[in-house]
């Protein structure tokens, strides 16, 4: 069975400081991997997502995602944070008619 | 041009009441699924359609019942609700990965969330 976990419920950083969310996932076939990102009372947007070829993954507001099979990890890091980036983040995997989530990771960032 | 769109926002009302939530994508999607978000921001899938067509339904009390009178449109009816039942409800659609070259449209995307609130 397919699972994600993301082992940061809160992660509190300060402004123009470097940030990483972690995402761990199972999976027995070929992954489709995804990072969603929620704003208060809106829904989910994706941010970025990787389904074959490069394991590096960019999004156009500065995040980045690795994929990495032997880890079998695809954490999501951004350089240089803003206070807008504060929202709450979730990494999923494509199940079959299905995208399983993770608990979702809560980022604040500080001024 | 919303991609996905789910009606009402906001849905207040009492114990025991029958209620509706609609759902339209106007993106082609053959795909559509219902997700229930917790007060812990939990995601949890409850069900998927495929061209208008039953695929998943993951345990959800028999008082859910969802209805997919075409590819575009998938509504959640909710009999005798329950305090137990105030959730974000949110509607998604995806494209299913065809049977020939990998379909790079893989992502769901979203509508806004229902909030439910039973009292």
């Known amino acids: 069975a397919q699972s994600v976990t993301q082992l940061d419920s809160q992660v509190p950083v300060f402004e123009e400081a470097p940030v990483e969310l972690r995402c761990n996932y199972s999976?027995?076939?070929?992954?489709?991997l995804f990072w969603y990102v929620q704003y208060p009372n809106q829904g989910l947007q994706l941010l970025l997502k990787?389904?074959?070829?490069?394991?590096l993954v960019e999004s156009i507001n500065g995040f980045e995602a690795e994929f990495n099979k032997s880890q079998t990890s695809f954490h999501l890091r951004k350089p240089s944070v803003h206070i807008s980036d504060t929202a709450e983040y979730f990494c999923?995997?494509?199940?079959?008619?299905?995208?399983?989530f993770g608990t979702g990771t809560r980022l604040k960032v500080l001024a | 041009d919303t991609a996905v769109s789910q009606t009402p926002k906001y849905l207040v009302t009492q114990m025991g009441n029958d209620k509706s939530i609609k759902c339209e994508q106007n993106?082609?999607?053959?795909?559509m699924y219902w997700y229930k978000q917790d007060s812990k921001k939990f995601l949890k899938i409850m069900f998927s359609?495929?061209?208008?067509?039953?695929?998943i339904n993951e345990t959800v009390p028999n008082r859910f019942s969802p209805k997919s009178p075409d590819k575009a449109h998938l509504n959640l009816h909710i009999n005798s609700l329950e305090l137990g039942d105030s959730a974000v409800y949110f509607c998604?659609?995806?494209?299913?990965?065809?049977?020939?070259?990998?379909?790079?449209?893989?992502?769901?995307?979203f509508g806004q969330g229902t909030r439910l609130t039973v009292v």
């Open positions: 990787y389904l074959s070829g490069s394991t």
């Open positions: 999923a995997v494509k199940g079959t008619y299905k995208y399983i």
């Open positions: 359609y495929n061209n208008k067509e039953l695929i």
């Open positions: 993106l082609g999607h053959d795909t």
């Open positions: 998604a659609s995806s494209q299913a990965r065809d049977r020939g070259p990998i379909n790079l449209n893989t992502e769901a995307f």
């Open positions: 999976s027995s076939v070929s992954v489709y």
